[in-house]
């Protein structure tokens, strides 16, 4: 009986992972945007949702990541 509990506890660990893991990543990939941070050490924030400036600035920022790699 033991066996079955030990194999029943690392399935539902592992689902719970892999559950955990998948909702990490999604909220992840939804969070895009650009933060600009200034001299004076102030930060603006732009998400994908505030503009159409943050979709230009997000896409050049790709663009100048792929080419340095």
Same mark, same amino acid.
């Given at each position: 009986m033991a066996k079955g509990r030990y194999f029943f506890t690392g399935l539902l660990l592992s689902?719970? /992972?892999a559950l955990g893991l998948t909702y990490?990543?999604?909220r992840i990939r939804r969070q895009q945007g650009v933060e600009l941070y200034f001299d004076d050490g102030s930060m603006l924030a732009i998400n994908d949702? /505030?503009?159409e400036l943050s979709a230009k600035l997000?896409?050049?920022t790709e663009e100048?990541?792929?080419q340095s790699l």
């Open positions: 689902v719970a /992972s990490l990543l999604r949702q /505030s503009s997000t896409a050049m100048l990541l792929r």
